[in-house]
């Protein structure tokens, strides 16, 4: 998900509480507050020497120890002006990726990306997603693709 995509469903749905799924049945806590937001450019170069770039905004989370327990999330409209405000000291891109940074006592710090964004009633829930690491370069260094499945069902081949 971009940038532009990520505040226009805020937008869209600014009255709604903002939960964030990090893990499937698993919700940030509601002592969380958006803690910092990071422009950041990654300029690259896979292991078979060809290069790449991109931007990602990431936006922080973190559970408040002294808040432990709280029922009410943030509203989306707290979310959208925490921020319009970083935007006017450091604006967005709005095609760089978002990212979701996290993590608790029982879930490894990762960024995460917005992989949905569901209505539920007064809840706004983006569901995020680990990513797994990859080789880029697969055919420049040799690395084996899995077979394609080939559909060979013919007339009398037995498969139909």
């Not at 869209?12 to 964030?20: G, H, P, R, S, T």
């Not at 969380?32 to 020497?49: L, P, R």
């Not at 709005?94 to 569901?118: C, G």
Request: proline letters at 3%; charged letters at 20%.
């Amino acid at each position: 998900m971009i940038v532009k995509e990520f505040i226009d469903a805020l937008s869209a749905n600014q009255e709604k509480e903002l939960l964030f799924e990090y893990a499937p049945g698993m919700l940030v806590g509601a002592n969380y507050h958006i803690t910092e937001v990071k422009n950041v450019h990654v300029d690259s170069v896979d292991c078979g020497g060809q290069s790449d770039s991109w931007d990602e905004t990431i936006v922080q989370l973190w559970e408040s120890p002294d808040e432990i327990g709280k029922k009410d999330f943030m509203t989306v409209n707290k979310a959208l002006q925490i921020l319009k405000r970083v935007s006017k000291v450091k604006a967005f891109k709005s095609n760089s990726l978002v990212k979701i940074e996290y993590s608790n006592s029982q879930f490894h710090t990762a960024n995460l990306d917005v992989t949905t964004i569901r209505s539920n009633g007064n809840q706004l829930i983006l569901s995020l997603h680990v990513a797994s690491t990859d080789c880029k370069a697969k055919e420049l260094c040799g690395v084996p693709q899995p077979a394609e499945e080939v559909n060979s069902c013919t007339p009398g081949g037995g498969c139909c």
